[in-house]
């Protein structure tokens, strides 16, 4: 379904090249959090950007790759905790901090895949959000009070758009 051009943070330099590399290495990841929430037309303020990345034995080597590439800080990260719903990998501090995840609430990576929307969000560089039905599912799972916000807004986006 084509969505009408998102209004997303500014991407910074750190976010971009992860993306990047985690494009060239052919992970498979989603973008979640406050980017996807700015994707699917509530932009609000984000201070770290959220990469769910699929937690398999294939995947995990890929996603190793693409943050030695980065030059991501891998003190005593293993190929095998990326294989590991749970553990997850802080980049940065906020508001540039990365945070890559092995899990995120209320989904399970293959049922959310399928639901990605891709974006072209730098030249040459198309990537996965997490589809509007998983991120509410995802955010009503959380229920923080940001996630529980963010749900609000999004719905009342739907409500505007129903075709989403």
């Known amino acids: 379904m084509p969505l009408p051009t998102p209004t997303l943070p500014p991407l910074s330099p750190d976010f971009r090249d992860l993306l990047y590399e985690l494009s060239a290495a052919e992970a498979r990841f989603l973008i979640v959090g406050g980017y996807a929430v700015a994707l699917h037309g509530h932009p609000r303020a984000t201070k770290d950007l959220d990469v769910w990345v699929d937690a398999t034995k294939d995947n995990a080597p890929r996603v190793m790759t693409a943050l030695r590439a980065f030059g991501a800080p891998l003190q005593g990260l293993v190929e095998s905790d990326l294989e590991t719903p749970g553990v997850g990998l802080q980049i940065g501090i906020p508001p540039q901090r990365i945070?890559?995840?092995?899990?995120?609430?209320?989904?399970?990576?293959?049922?959310?895949?399928?639901?990605?929307?891709?974006?072209?969000?730098?030249?040459?560089?198309?990537?996965?959000?997490?589809?509007?039905?998983?991120?509410?599912?995802?955010?009503?799972?959380?229920?923080?009070?940001?996630?529980?916000?963010?749900?609000?807004?999004?719905?009342?986006v739907k409500a505007k758009t129903p075709d989403r």
């Open 99 to 156: 945070d890559v995840l092995t899990h995120t609430s209320g989904l399970q990576f293959d049922e959310a895949w399928p639901n990605r929307i891709e974006v072209v969000i730098a030249p040459d560089l198309l990537c996965p959000f997490l589809g509007f039905a998983d991120l509410l599912r995802n955010k009503r799972a959380a229920g923080r009070p940001q996630d529980l916000a963010d749900v609000a807004a999004l719905e009342a």
